[in-house]
């Protein structure tokens, strides 16, 4: 196990180690390429278009077969009986959309601007709904951004195959992240890492290996203890 103090920062006790993006995947979902001089872009693999395309064959087929439904009056609203019908394929909807956003969602690192653009261009129209905007498209400048984090994780499928997936975090000044990247491929994932790192001008947090166990003890206990040390 790794103590945080390791990094020599206390920023690495302010901000968390549990993974941001539990569950993983399988397979290599991005990989950083560079779309123009000093900017550098996550491109999705032949994989997350296939993912993709699934979830969008999905959005289709069940938004055809609910407004079908409803226009053929084989679904009735105002039949209590038939809510729970209306209310899974809508579920279902939801889940598909914003997997499907998620999926697609763009990541570009500009060095020029010195900045990582997450999702959308920035959409004028959202202004008067800053929390929308956020999630669709936002910019952090690189003078916001501390350090580079690695993080790993063992995940078990219903199967019980067990495999590790590894994250790739931005960890701000205030000791937020913000998670960019999440897949098995743990060379191509420290690989953009060093890139991003020498971009940014920022250190990198290779936490792989290091997982701590569930009765570990966790920062604010940590700090605890030293604040103890040091008074007594």
Known sequence: MLDPRYFDDPMALQTGWVPLSPGGSRHTTNCLRE?????????????????????????LFFGNTLMVSLLRNELNI?????WWVISALVQILV????????????IIVDGDAAQVRLGLPRLECLNQFPRLQKLLCRSVPFSE?????????EVRSI????????????????????????????????WDAGDLSR???????????????DNAMNPDEIKARILERILW
């Not at 105002?78 to 038939?82: F, G, I, M, Q, S």
């Not at 951004?145 to 994780?153: F, G, M, T």
């Open 145 to 153: 951004i501390h350090s580079i984090q690695l993080l790993d994780e």
């Open 95 to 106: 889940g598909c959309g914003v997997t499907l956003i998620l999926l697609n969602r763009s």
């Open 78 to 82: 105002d039949r209590h009986d038939e």
């Open 35 to 59: 779309i123009a001089p000093q900017v550098l872009s996550f491109q999705p693999t032949a994989y997350s278009r296939y993912q993709s395309l699934v979830h969008l064959l999905s959005l």
């Open 199 to 213: 971009m940014m001008d920022v250190p990198i947090w290779d936490f792989i290996g290091y997982r701590q166990p």
């Open 159 to 190: 199967r019980e195959q067990m495999f590790w997936s590894y994250e790739l975090n931005l960890v701000l000044r205030d000791g937020k992240r913000i998670n960019l990247i999440d897949h098995r491929n743990q060379r191509e994932i420290c």
